[in-house]
């Protein structure tokens, strides 16, 4: 069977030995006689199954020993309001930094809970780049400062996290696990599974408990991280087989070499494809200036749009998958999580060039 390159923003690719492993595994897990998906939360076997990711993510992310991982449901989105309710308890405020799609919607949703400032945004550029950020800028009385590490439409990445005099709020959703990131800089990170570390139905949140207080009022206990955390995450049915995956891929990735290992292979991953749009005179766009590309999602545009909707078809027609833009961006995108292979990445710049080619 011949699978087809796949460049899915998400969900995506899974290396393909973690697919063969849940083949595997599908009707006994860990030696009980049937599938993971047919036993308690609460078992042994699973149990063992969540101390091993636990201890398995704390070592490829160095996290703190005092800070909490929690597996949650309700993916990243859900985040943008679980956050500002666990955190707004003594001001009603937060700061944001706006580089695009998900940072804004993050904004949005905690503005139902208190004031949002945006002290920074490179909204006037077109996004193509991090914005300056001066401490002076930070309002001293906010409860966080909110970035989002890789602006998964916009293909726009940070090199490091802002100084904060603050507590520093992560989305990391689709960056986690593909770079190094210093957790200890920050007081929460947060990401869904399903980009580079997974499939969809759990979100990692990686949270330092000095930044917890009480929750707004009526705030549910599915969502006051004190109470997920005192309950490892267990409170209630968690969706199982999706900690399951995430599980197989912590060993994947140790497997691989680690978070440094993968970095490299990322950064060449990204590199090929930049390479091929700045050296097509221009038949290829990608307008985010060099230092702030994003190496998990490569967005461009061909010079004549109209040609964008053939290079997708006969993308597809060749064993490309997954190369459409985001919706509110349009155009093209070429996600390269860390299941996407170099391999994958350099099938894909040939067939640009070729495109470009003979169409140019
Ligand atoms: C995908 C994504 C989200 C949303 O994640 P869901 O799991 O769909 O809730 C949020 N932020 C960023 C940066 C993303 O890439």
Redesign the pocket.
Known sequence: MSRPFNFS??PSALPIDVLLQVRDELLDFAGTGVSVMEISHRSQPFMDFAHATDAAVRRVLAVPSDYHVLLLQ???????SQIPMNLFHKTNTADYIHTGL?SE??ANAARQYGIVRTIASSHETGFDRVPEINESHINLDAAYLHY?????AQGLQFSKPPISSIPLVC????SLMSKPIDIAAHDLVYA?A??NMGI?GV?LVLLNPAILDKPLAATPQALDFSIQAKKQSLLNTPSTFSWYVMGLMMEWIERTGGIEVLHEINKKKSRHLYNVIDGSNGFYINHVLPDYRSINNVPFHIFERNLEDLFVREAQENGFHGLKGHLSTGGLRASIYNAVTLDAVQELALFMREFARTHG
């Open positions: 923003a998400g309700g993916g990243s989105y859900l985040q943008f998900w919607q993050a989002t590490e890789n602006e998964t989305d990391a959703c689709s869904s399903q980009k969809a979100t």
